[in-house]
């Protein structure tokens, strides 16, 4: 008999966290949600049961040192070890400012959650990635950290400026690739992948889904779709990628 797939999935009480928790479980994983409300959490894990998941929380605010490493101590108990991670949890703030005009404390922000936190919850996870026969980390990128794109007329984030977001998908990317070499020349068996889901119609950004949708969101099944096809791949060799259902996007 094979071993199930543990799965952990950050900021998955809602949006495409969520969906990757019910298509995954669905698919037998054994998925842990990563919520920072526990309520939220509770309330995910709850729906996921009404459509036959059966999932478990972990508190996880990936901002809160306290917190990842409350997270990491529960799942060693609990699981000891990990197989996959898929870092999903996003925020997004100043999305109208001008690079010139940014604040210092709104980069802070974009920073805080979307790169240092993808980092800190990485780090504390390793240990427990290790202990996995093939392991894999999927951190949940977009094309508007991709400066391939941003400099291609046309391209669909040609005209966006959310530069603090931006920037640290940017930064997280880099992360994604620096891990990704570093495993890899230590024969770890464990991959690394940044994956852009498109523009996908969640409450993103505090825009109501309908809206999103209006504006040509696509719907939350086909934004994991990538996310899913890597995280069910038995074969583990793709490593230091960044890829959308098309294909390799550039970085
Ligand atoms: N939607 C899009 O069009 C789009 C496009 C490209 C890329 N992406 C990327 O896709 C991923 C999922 O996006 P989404 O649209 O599903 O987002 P979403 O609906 O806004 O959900 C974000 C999730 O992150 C959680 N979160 C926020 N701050 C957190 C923190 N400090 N610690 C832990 N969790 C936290 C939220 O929890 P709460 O409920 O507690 O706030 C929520 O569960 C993100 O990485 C995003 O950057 C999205």
């Known amino acids: 008999m094979t071993e199930e797939t543990i799965t952990l ?5 809602r949006g495409m966290g ?3 928790a019910l298509e995954l479980g669905q698919k037998g994983q054994r998925i842990i949600i990563g919520a920072r409300n526990v309520k939220k959490g509770q309330a995910a894990v709850e729906k996921l049961a009404g459509q036959g998941v059966s999932a478990a929380l972990v508190q996880l605010d990936v901002t809160d040192q ?3 490493a409350a997270a990491v101590k529960q799942l060693k108990q609990d699981c000891g070890r990990l197989d996959i991670l898929i870092n999903n949890a996003c925020a997004a703030f100043g999305s109208r400012t001008k690079p010139s005009k940014v604040s210092q404390d709104t980069l802070h922000q ?11 919850v990485t780090q504390a996870m390793l240990p427990l990635l290790r202990k996995s026969a093939s392991a894999k980390i999927i951190n949940i990128s977009s094309m508007m950290g991709s400066m391939t794109a941003a400099l291609t007329p046309g391209s669909e984030v040609y005209k966006a400026s ?5 920037a640290a998908k940017s930064a997280a990317n880099m992360f994604t690739i620096q891990l990704a070499k570093e495993l890899q020349q230590e024969k770890a068996m464990i991959s690394v992948n940044a994956i852009d889901p498109g523009m996908v119609a969640t409450t993103f950004g505090g825009v109501p889904a309908f809206v999103s949708k209006q504006m040509g969101g696509k719907p939350v099944a086909e934004g994991v779709a990538r996310t899913v096809a890597l995280a069910l791949a038995p ?7 960044f890829s959308n259902t098309q294909g390799v ?3």
């Open 18 to 20: 969520f969906e990757l």
């Open 235 to 241: 074969d583990n060799a793709t490593t230091a990628t």
């Open 66 to 68: 306290a917190s990842i």
């Open 9 to 13: 999935i950050t900021g998955a009480n």
């Open 162 to 166: 959310v530069v603090g977001y931006q």
């Open 249 to 251: 996007v550039g970085w």
């Open 110 to 120: 974009n920073m805080s959650i979307n790169y240092f936190g993808l980092i800190a």
